[in-house]
C-alpha cells in the first residue's frame, strides 16, 4: 500500500511514506488516547495535507506566531476529518476532536484561552517542539503525531471523550409505572435523559411523577 522508498520531503531528508499513517495515528492517540495504528495502516491513503499542516504549525508556534499557528490548527482538524473518513471506527473520536476544535468560532475566547495557556505552558510547548523534531529525526512517527496534539493540548486545552448514549428508544416512552420513579425528583431525572439522549422530557415526567 505504501512504498517502502524514502524521499526529501518538506526540508526533512529520508522520508517514508508509512510516516504519514504512523503519524496520523499518533495525533489521534495524543488528542483522544484511542490508538488506530493498524487501521490507520489499511484505510489512510497518501495524501500529506495534515502532516504538512501539523509541520507549520510547530514553525508557527516555535517562531511565536499565534494567529498563524491558531489558524493552521483550525484547518489541521478540518483536514483530519477528510483524511480518516474512510476508516471505520474513528467517528467518535472525531466527533470529541470537532467538539474541541468548536473554540476556533469563537476568536476572543480562543485567543484569550491560547494567551493564557501560552504562559502556564510555555515549557511544556517548547518541549513538544524540540520532542517533536528529535522523535521525527528518529523515525519515531507515531511518537511525533503525539508531540503535535500534545503542543494543541497545552494551547487549547484537552479532547473532552463524549458522553457514552443510550439508545433513544430505550427512553423514547418515559413512564411512572416502575417503583423507580418515585425515587428521585423529576428535574434529576429529566437531566440524566437529556444528558443521554438530547431529548427533554421533563413535562411528561412532572405529570406521572408521584413523589416518593
Known sequence: ???????????????????????????MY????KNHLDE???????????????????ADAEAGHMIKAAKGAKALVSNLKKEVAGCKNMSEEMKAIEAWAEIFAEPKSLFKTMGANYLKNNRNI?????????????G???????????????????????????PAAAVANVSCTTAQWTLMAPDFIAGMIYGFTGDNELTEIEACYTGG
Open 1 to 27: 500500500m505504501y512504498p517502502s522508498n524514502t524521499l526529501a520531503y518538506n526540508g526533512i531528508s529520508n522520508f517514508d511514506f508509512v510516516a504519514i499513517p504512523d503519524f496520523m495515528a499518533g495525533l
Open 30 to 33: 495524543g488528542f483522544t488516547g
Open 40 to 58: 490507520m495502516h489499511t484505510c489512510m491513503g497518501e495524501s500529506k495535507v495534515v502532516l504538512t499542516g501539523a509541520k507549520q504549525i510547530l
Open 126 to 138: 517548547k518541549n513538544d517542539i524540540a520532542n517533536e523534531k528529535a522523535d521525527w529525526a528518529a
Open 140 to 166: 519515531a512517527y507515531f511518537h511525533s503525531g503525539i508531540d503535535v496534539a500534545d503542543l494543541l493540548v497545552q494551547f487549547f486545552g484537552e479532547v473532552q471523550p463524549l458522553p457514552a448514549l443510550i
